[in-house]
Nanobody, 128 residues
Framework: QVQLVESGGGLVQAGGSLRLSCAVS????????MGWFRQAPGKEREFVSA???????YYSDSVKGRFTVSRDNAKNTVDLQMTNLKPEDTAVYYC??????????????????????WGQGNQVTVSS
């Protein structure tokens, strides 16, 4: 059974930084592509970032240049370093694992439905 456990959320002032971490257990972590999504109140869950098996990173336009995704296959973790946070970044953040085919993955990376496993979510609140 695959489990994703997130940590690191909290309350921060605008302009500040937070680091989210997601620990994955259950199977070989290196076989998964990993994604980060977020959901603000009353809004759809949206793509934030993703990282491939070979550590190629992807970002939404809204976070590009401010967020950095990384993975550590030895520790079975994926991190999201968030800097210059804005009030509009306030949301519940979810990590997700994709165990699907690698062919064409880069064209699907932002699609919520391709991810097979999800974490419980972690609240990030940015005050103005």
């Amino acid at each position: 059974q695959v489990q994703l456990v997130e940590s690191g959320g909290g309350l921060v002032q605008a302009g500040g930084s937070l680091r989210l971490s997601c620990a994955v257990s259950g199977r070989t972590f290196s076989s998964y592509a990993m994604g980060w999504f977020r959901q603000a109140p009353g809004k759809e869950r949206e793509f934030v970032s993703a990282i491939s098996w070979s550590s190629i990173a992807y970002y939404s336009d809204s976070v590009k240049g401010r967020f950095t995704v990384s993975r550590d296959n030895a520790k079975n973790t994926v991190d999201l370093q968030m800097t210059n946070l804005k009030p509009e970044d306030t949301a519940v953040y979810y990590c997700a694992a994709d165990d699907g085919p690698r062919a064409g993955w880069s064209s699907r990376v932002k699609t919520r439905g391709i991810y097979d496993y999800w974490g419980q979510g972690n609240q990030v609140t940015v005050s103005s």
